[in-house]
């Protein structure tokens, strides 16, 4: 199996950008598709991103678009989340998710590996 850490979140003001990471250990990071998920206080967690092992097709959910990026390092093991243009809404724990199964998906379920979570506070 496969374990995850995320890192580089962080308070930032409306408007300005943080990178996300997540670090891959144990089996192969180029055979798990990827994903990005967030939990605001309060509410349930919810879809970002996804991008698939090879990294050349990605997802994302309408929040986000225009926004945020999603990308991979295989070499390096690492997955990203470059955020843009980040609002107060965006505020939320943030987690990494890996799946060995086919293709792109926006369902918790779908992913049967998952980080800690890295916070990120958009102050407004």
């Known amino acids: 199996q496969v374990q995850l850490v995320e890192s580089g979140g962080g308070l930032v003001q409306a408007g300005g950008s943080l990178r996300l990471s997540c670090t891959a250990s144990?089996?192969?990071?180029?055979?798990?598709?990827m994903g990005w998920f967030r939990q605001a206080p309060g509410k349930e967690r919810e879809f970002v991103a996804a991008?698939?092992?090879?990294?050349?097709?990605?997802y994302y959910a309408d929040s986000v678009k225009g926004r945020f990026t999603i990308s991979r390092d295989n070499a390096k093991n690492t997955m990203y989340l470059q955020m843009n243009s980040l609002k107060p809404e965006d505020t939320a724990v943030y987690y990494c998710?890996?799946?060995?199964?086919?293709?792109?998906?926006?369902?918790?379920?779908?992913?049967?590996?998952w980080g800690q979570g890295t916070q990120v506070t958009v102050s407004s």
């Open positions: 144990g089996r192969t990071f180029s055979s798990y598709n």
């Open positions: 998710a890996a799946r060995q199964s086919w293709g792109l998906a926006s369902e918790s379920d779908d992913y049967a590996y």
């Open positions: 991008i698939t092992r090879s990294g050349g097709r990605t």
